[in-house]
């Protein structure tokens, strides 16, 4: 059963257009919400993240918007580059004993093509 | 300077064996972590351990024990390898185990890739 639900599987968007990956989420207690990019044969790195109490993040050509009452947020990727091909995770963190632990969405692997 | 370091890269053994994956951090962080990524790249966390504490186990078979021996290093032993083992594994870390409502950077190391043959 997945947490966090990311669609699409796979996406491939032309140089210059705008990428747009998406995920959902049940658990309410869900309270930071990151998004990591893999390039093949590398770790995730941080993106951009957002807090539930924001309904849009902007960093550069990245923008998260949040929609807490659809338990949904997405990635937007303006002027797609070709190295912006990569793998996208969204995630949601949530407490745990002890800690805190963050579920990773399945992933969209994005290419844009020149 | 690479923040968190994995060794070895690649690791291809036989069913059977028992191997290790060391991890090291430089950031000074409190937190480490075990992720497994599969053939179709789902990442689920395993093991997460803050200043050498085990916080979090997931339901990862005993073969899988990790240790902390110090707040750097969270190493990941593995006996009785078997096919479905193959994948690949990460280590990651972060400043602190997380404070409610505040932001956390998880910062991974290059992966193991392990081949269970």
């Known amino acids: 059963q997945q947490q966090v639900k990311q669609s699409p599987q796979s996406l491939i968007v032309q140089k210059g257009g705008i990428s747009i990956i998406n995920c959902a989420y049940e658990n309410t207690a869900f309270d930071y919400f990151p998004w990591y990019q893999q390039f093949p044969g590398k770790g995730p790195a941080l993106l951009i993240a957002?807090?539930?109490?924001?309904s849009e993040k902007k960093e550069g050509r990245f923008t998260i918007s949040f929609n807490k009452s659809a338990k949904q947020f997405s990635l937007h990727i303006m002027d797609s580059q070709p190295g912006d091909s990569a793998t996208y995770f969204c995630?949601?963190?949530?407490?745990?004993?002890?800690?805190?632990?963050?579920?990773f969405g399945a992933g969209t692997r994005l290419f844009v093509k020149a | 300077d690479t923040a968190v370091s994995q060794t070895p890269k690649y690791l291809v053994t036989q069913m059977g064996n028992d191997k290790s994956i060391k991890c090291e951090q430089n950031l000074g962080h409190d937190t480490m972590y075990w992720y497994k990524q599969d053939s179709k790249k789902f990442l689920k966390i395993m093991f997460s351990y803050n200043n050498k504490e085990l916080i979090i186990n997931e339901t990862v078979p005993n073969r899988f024990s990790p240790k902390s021996p110090d707040k750097a290093h969270l190493n990941l032993h593995i006996n009785s390898l078997e096919l479905g083992d193959s994948a690949v594994y990460f280590c990651a870390s972060s400043q602190k185990a997380g404070l409610a409502g505040g932001e956390e950077t998880q910062y991974f190391g290059p992966g193991t890739r392990l081949l269970v043959l």
């Open positions: 957002i807090r539930p109490d924001v």
């Open positions: 995630a949601a963190r949530e407490g745990y004993t002890g800690g805190f632990k963050t579920i």
